[in-house]
């Protein structure tokens, strides 16, 4: 009987470890927002399909957070400001700033009320004193409502009336919104534990403090993938931290689930030859990683047609053994093209659509395959939580109507990796596991800049003065060592080298320098010794970050907020800032603009406008030149001769509203600027702007190039740019 195509879905769940060590207090609310929202609502909607298979990779030191808050043991600050009945002017501020962050145009205005806030917090251009008390208890109650799932603000009666209600909350309905949201962090576990019960999915695993094992086992591993990348001059090698990081994780997830995971996906998909053994030992039967590792494994390219299908897919839809192991060993490897389509492209689309161009392209792949004798395996791997805010009613159309597609496919069948590797073993084997993760097939995101090199190296000697410390006092305290090592363990895991990373920009990387540093203090402090001097210094700020530019280096789909802090959604893009003076006239370093970012996905550009003074009273527009990969213009040229040429030779601009649209215009034949309908989404703070234009409207699609240039005018006259006298120009190059 021919085969189907199998396909194996991976959801990776994973938050940074955002405990504060000084505080106990949580840096960041995100494990607890996700928790109640995306984990809860991924598994309801799967449940209502059963036929339909997946697997969910769960990140030990993620479900340690969520059961912290379950069991009441976490606090964040939105939390505690939550909790709160009356808020200092520092509250109002931070209530202003954070506690619209959520999708301003797919959940904010969804709810009417809410929106109405943000409108009231626009007229207020960041004045904080202006707004009432109830004004803020009104936005903490709807903060909280929106990050619960929907369809519990839908079908929950009590959650439902205050949706009805929609304003003059009392501390009562924050209350109950909290515990609601604390009920659902607890149904985390056993929820995804009932479905692996019944059979529908596979619940597997990662390092505990989701660490780089490549870079723990031997940091010079880094340069088997990029030869010339400077690296720390203490060189960190502890393949046995390795080893504590797969044991805790394993042991872990025994303890939350009730047995040993059999899968593995590591850190960032990042591995190397070292690590299999490891692997092995601690009961793994098989992990996941990136295509661009197949291909330098085998020293084969992955072909791909103009429209992403595969023209070599027997190479890629298969999983492979993998050599030496001292166990059977098996990986598998991510398409991510299909990964990408629903991580950034799907969102854009009508969610029937959507699903109905990934059954479709499930069906290329089988037709090129053209052997229903033999079985295949293609693997979709990626985030589960952050894709979802960006689609339409957070992408149920686009689940629902593929997973009862899924339901109804004849040559098309669903599988958790297990199931699918218990009846069909490799027919294929690697000699010899290329190091490098998910991101360019290399390691250069978490080592090789002058931060992330000081950070491996004050890792470094915390860690050897532990052990000194630990060698030289005999019968040291279980609970001390314990204590002591676990910090270490936590500062060896990956966010904290993603956000030293000069490409990778937070907003908030003071949070995680910080943060990375008290836990390396931590060690000295459960050891009884004082901190030493050197492990008070910041790191942020090695690297050279003053040039005034920084690329694109991964796909980005931020929701718009306008904050005056830049959000983590916007790392990944690239930004300018105004270029320094030289000569007799030197530009004023009190500019109005601070700096424009640029980044953009599969189907939209996104620019982030900051300034340092209110924008309110300048014109703000962005301009764009629009050219095809071969350098052919898709829309009217610079005009030359009897009409006047538009500002930096521009053929498309966006103009800021008042309030928080935003207009997109062409340049006609004629010089004047034509306004088109097309879905721009904008939203403006009293010091920043925020925009997102599809690529269709622009004409646009990966390959092409884009120029770019922010504007502020006053009566018709530029009186400041960045850049200052030209475009900058950035090619949409594809990533994955």
Known sequence: MPHPLYVAFVWHMHQPYYRDFTTGEYILPWARLHGAKEYIHMAEVLAQYPEVKATFNFVPSLVEQILEYAHNDAVDRALALSRQERWSDDDKAYLLSFFFSVNWDRVIRRYPPYRQLLELRQQARGGHRLLSQDFYRDLVAWFNLVWLDHVALENDPDLRALVEKGRNFTRDDIDLILRKQKDYLACVVPLYSHLRDRGQIELTTSPYYHPILPLLIDSTTAHRASPNLPLPARIFRHIEDAVEQVRRAVEAHKAHFGEAPRGMWPSEGAVCPEMLPILARHGIRWFATDEAILARSLGVEIERD????????????????????????????RDHILSDRIGFVY???????????????????????????????????????NCWEGYPDYGDPFLHHLYQRLTEEEDIQTVTVSEYLERFPPRETIQHLATGSWIGGNLETWIGEAEQNRAWEVLGRVRDELVAWQNAISGAGFDVLEAAWRQIYIAEGSDWFWWYYSRNVSGQDHLFDRAFREHLAGVYFAIGRPVPPWLTEPIQGLTERRDGHRPPSGYITPHLAGGDETSLEWTGAGFLEPAASAGAMQRAETGVLRRLYFGYNPTCLYFRVEARAALGPYDVSLFLRVEAGDGEQLAFPALEGEFPPTPFGANWRVDLLPGFGATLKLASERGSWLEVEAAVESAVGERAWEVCVPLSALGLRLGDEVGVAVVLARDGRIVESIPSDTLHTFTLAEVG
């Open 306 to 333: 103009p429209y992403g299908h595969v023209n070599n897919p027997h190479v890629l839809y298969q999983p492979y053994a993998v050599a030496p192991s001292p166990q059977p060993l098996v990986t598998i490897f």
């Open 347 to 385: 969102q854009s689309m009508p969610g029937r659509d959507a699903a109905e161009d990934l059954i479709h392209r499930l069906h290329v792949i089988r037709e090129r395959l053209d052997d229903p004798d033999h079985p295949y395996l293609v693997s979709i791997i990626l985030d589960g939580e």
